[in-house]
C-alpha cells in the first residue's frame, strides 16, 4: 500500500494507483445512489481530494455517514480520473478509518464563515481553514526562497543572539529579561542589584541582529541573520507586531549601489517564487483577500526598480503639485503617503530611495562626502511603503565616533563594534526585511497578526 | 574586471582569469628577490589564496610592505598556476589596494595561539580565526541541509513563539519577559499585579516549541520548528547553554516506527553533507580538534542504527556484568554513562532506545498497551550520548488527561492542546534536536560555547 499525499492524488499521472491517503474531512455530501462523496484535505496542498465512499463498505452506515468536518481519517482506494468539475482525479474508497471525531456541537469551525478576529481566537485551529492553510504554505515558501537565495549566492547564515545587553541601538522599546522573582527584586543602596540577576546585568530581547552580523560580514564577507526580533512598544495596530522574524544580510565590500542591486534581485526571486511554486494559494488569495494579489506581485517581478535621491524624491513631490496630510520638507523623514505617492503614483514601480537626511538616521549609516547626508536606502512597494531599509555602513573610526558623539551614544558600550572598524575595517553594507511585512505584501492579508502562526502583541500571549 | 572569492580562485579552471579579490590578510613574506607572498582568505572557503606582490607596484613600499595580519585588501591580478605545494593557484598582483590597517601592537590575533577561552572574551574577532572560521561555515551546512531535508520531504517550516505564556511544560527554569520598571513594579494585594505588564499576564522565553508545532502536525500534516529556546538554569557547564537553536519536526499519521525512520534517515543526511560538502573545514576538525571527527561522522552514516526497548537496554547492561558508577534499575533514566556504554562499547553504533517508562517521561507520550512504557525514543551516538529525543504524542484525549493528573498539571493551561485530541485526532510523532549538541558532534569541539556564534550562560550575554 502506498502513501500518498493529497497533492500527488490530485495530479493525473496517479490515474491507476491503489493509495492509502491521510487527513481531516472538509465535507461530506450523500448521494441518492446510496453512496458519499467526502471532501479530504492533509496540508499537503490547497486542493482536496473527492473520495467516493460506497454504500457496501462495512462501516458505510455507521461510520462514514456520520462524518463531519474536522473528522479525521485514512482511506484507502484507487485514484479514477474524476468526472467533477474543477479536479482531474478522485479516489474510489475501498476502506475508510476514522482517527478522531469532531463533534459538530463542539466543533467551531462549522461551514459558517468565521472573522479573521475570531479565528484569531481560536488559533489553534485556525490551519485547518482554508486561509489559514494557504498562508503556512506561502510563509514557508517565501522562507525557503530567502534561504535559497542567500545560500545559491555564497552567504553564511549566522545566528546572532536574541538575549542581549546591548540596549543602545535606539531602534526601539525593549523586552527585558530576568529571573528575578518580581515579586522581591534584590536592591543595593536602593537600586535593582543586577548582580544578582542571570546575566549578570541587565538582559533585553534584540531589537535587530545588525551589529552582531556586521562581525561575521567583517570576518567572513558574506553573511545573513534570520530570526526572530522583538519590540515593546505599546502598538495595538494592524502593522505592528511585538515579536516577528527578520531577515538581515550583511556584506563587506559591498557599497550602497551594490546593497540596491541585491534587495532587488532578491525581492523578485521571493515573489517569482511565490508565484510559481504556490499558483493555488495565490489564486486562492486573490479570489478571497486582495484582487490585485497576483498583479501587484508579477508587476514588482517585472519592473526596473526606480532609485531617486530622498532630495530629488523631494523635488518630485514638489512638482507634483500634490497636497500631502503632512507637507514634507528637507531634513524630516518620508511619511507614508509620501512613500506610496511615490511608488504607486508618481512612478508605478517599486522605488528604491537613497542618501537620506544624516540628522534623521542612525549612526552606524556612512556619511556622504556634502556631509548632509548619509548612504541610507528604503525599497518602497505598492500597497505598503517601505518593505526594506538598509545601508552603507560608516567604515571610519574617526567619523562614526564623531556621530556617535553627535547622537549621545556611549562609545563604551560599543568597544567591539568600534574594534571592526580599528582592525581591518572594510566597506561594508546591508538590509533588514521584516518577513510579515513581505507575507503580507505578498497575500495581500489587512492585518499582520493573520500572518504569523502565533502572533504577539500587547495583551496577547496565548498558545 | 571580474570579483572572485577566494574559493573560485584556488580552483584550476580560473588559472588566466583577470580578477579581483577582496578580503583579510593571514601572513605576509617577504622574499629576497625583492617582491612579497600575501596569504588572503576572505571566508569563502578554508585555504587562503596566495598573492605575488611585486617590487615594481607602486605602493609596495609605503604599503605592501607594511601590511600584517588582520589587514583588509583588494588585489586585481592574473591567477596563474602555482609552483607551490598544497595550492594549485596563485594570483600575481597588478594593483593592491588597501582598506583597513591592523596594527599589530593592538590587534589580538596575531601569530600566536589563543586559547578558545581567550577567544570567547574577544567573540567579535575569533570569526577572523582558522578555527571559527570553519565553524561559521559547517554550522551553516548543517542548517541548509537540515531545511533542504525536510523541505525535499513536503515538510512547512512554522515559526511557534518565542514568548510564551505557558510555564506549564515542566522542561526546565524560564527565563520572565516583562515591560515593568524593575525599580518599582506594580503590586495588588502584595503581589506582582501582571495585569499592568504587557501581555497582562506573566510571560516567559519558549523552552520548546512541540505544543504549537503539534497544532500545525494536526492541521497540515509535516511541520517542523527550527528556532532559538531557552533555559534559565544556572548551569556553567561545558554542555549547556542559555539559549540554543532546536529543530522540531511534527508529523501527523506518524507512528513511533515512523519517527526512528526519519530520526535516522535525518542525521545521516547532515552528516553526510557536512563530509562531503565541507572537506576542508572536517579535515581541520579532523586534525587540530578530534582526530576522530571524520571517521565517526562517516561511521554514523554507514550504519544501521540498533533500536533496543529500554527493557532490552538494561537487559543488556545487565549481562555485560559492566560496573556502572550509577547502576540502573529499571524505573530510572538512563544516564550517559549507560548511554555511552551502549553506543560505543555494546553496540558499536548509534542507538535509538525506545519505550521508557512512563514515571520518568513528560504527560505527552504516548501511553503503551502494558501501561507501564510510553512511546518515547532516545538516539544515542558515540562521544555525546543522547542527541535526538522524541516519542509518538499521546492522541486519545481521556488517557492523556489521566497523564495529565498524574503529573499535577492543571488541564486549563492547556485548553488548546486537548482540543487538538477533541477534534479530529490523529495519530501523530516528533523528536528534537539541538543544533549546537550537531554541531559540537560533527566538530569535535569540546566546549558548546565554542560552535555557537554568541554564547549566553549565566553572567554572559556580552556582545
Redesign the interface.
Known sequence: MDIA?V?EVRRPECIGRHVCI????RSRRDSKGGFSFLEVN???CFGNIQVIADGQLPNYESEVKQLTA???V?VEGTVKESGGKGQATEIAATAIVV?????PE??PLQKKQHSFEKLREW???R??TNT??AM??V??CI??SI?QFF?EQ?F??????????SDCEGAG?M??????D??R?PKQAD??DYSQD????P?Y?TVSGQL?AE??AC????VYTF??T?R?E?SNTSRHL??F?MIEPEM??FDLNDNMDLAESFLKRIFRDALTQCPDDMQFFQERIDDTAISTLQKVVDSDFVRISYTEALEVMDRSRRTFEFPITWGSDLQSEHERFLTEEEFKAPVIVYDYPRSIKPFYMRVNDDERTVRAMDVLVPKVGEIIGGSQRE?RLEVLETRMAEQHLDPKGYW??L?????????HSGFGLGLERVVQFVSGMANIRDV???P?A??????
Open positions: 499525499s497533492a491521510r487527513g481531516w474531512i492533509d496540508g499537503s474536522g473528522c479525521s485514512s482517527h478522531g471525531w469532531a463533534d463542539g466543533y488559533a489553534h485551529l490551519p485547518r489559514f492553510g503556512a504554505r510563509r514557508n522562507t525557503r534561504h545560500q555564497g553564511l547564515y549566522v545566528h546572532t543572539p536574541i538575549i542581549t545587553a522599546a523586552f527585558k529579561v530576568t529571573t528575578f518580581l515579586d527584586i537600586s535593582v542571570f546575566f549578570d546585568r538582559a530581547l552582531n562581525i561575521f570576518a567572513l564577507g558574506k530570526g526572530p522583538f515593546a505599546n511585538s515579536e522574524w563587506a565590500f567604515e567591539w563594534y574594534d571592526l572598524r580599528r582592525f581591518g575595517t572594510v566597506p504569523i502562526p502565533f504577539r500587547p495583551g496577547l500571549a496565548e498558545f
